[in-house]
């Protein structure tokens, strides 16, 4: 069974930054792609980074593009994801999400089979 953990989330204030972690327990980590998602109360859950398997390719979504860094350490089995210059609405709990093997970057979430349990972020005006 593969298990993520992130970490990292916490209450900011609008252009701070925060740094989240996500621990991956799987022999199969150095594989697969990683993606990170965000919900918010009341919307769909939504992309917001991915990167390969060995880093090489990022992709983010254009509302975080310049402000986020997606990052991983395939030493430690783990992804992370700086965010800079926070707004209001980067507020929503963040998932990361393990690619399925034999996918690359993806911004669908059916293209990742295990998730985090999420962490809150909150950004305030």
């Known amino acids: 069974q593969v298990h993520a953990v992130e970490s990292g989330g916490g209450l900011v204030q609008a252009g701070d930054s925060l740094r989240l972690s996500c621990a991956v327990s799987t022999r199969t980590f150095t594989t697969r792609a990683m993606g990170w998602f965000r919900q918010a109360p009341g919307k769909e859950r939504e992309f917001v980074a991915a990167i390969t398997w060995n880093g090489d390719s990022t992709h983010y979504a254009d509302s975080v593009k310049g402000r986020f860094t997606v990052s991983r350490d395939n030493a430690k089995n783990t992804v992370y994801l700086q965010m800079n210059s926070l707004k209001p609405e980067d507020t929503a709990v963040y998932y990361c999400?393990?690619?399925?093997?034999?996918?690359?970057?993806?911004?669908?979430?059916?293209?990742?089979?295990?998730w985090g349990q999420g962490t809150q972020v909150t950004v305030s005006s």
């Open positions: 999400a393990v690619g399925m093997v034999g996918y690359g970057l993806a911004i669908t979430p059916t293209a990742y089979d295990y």
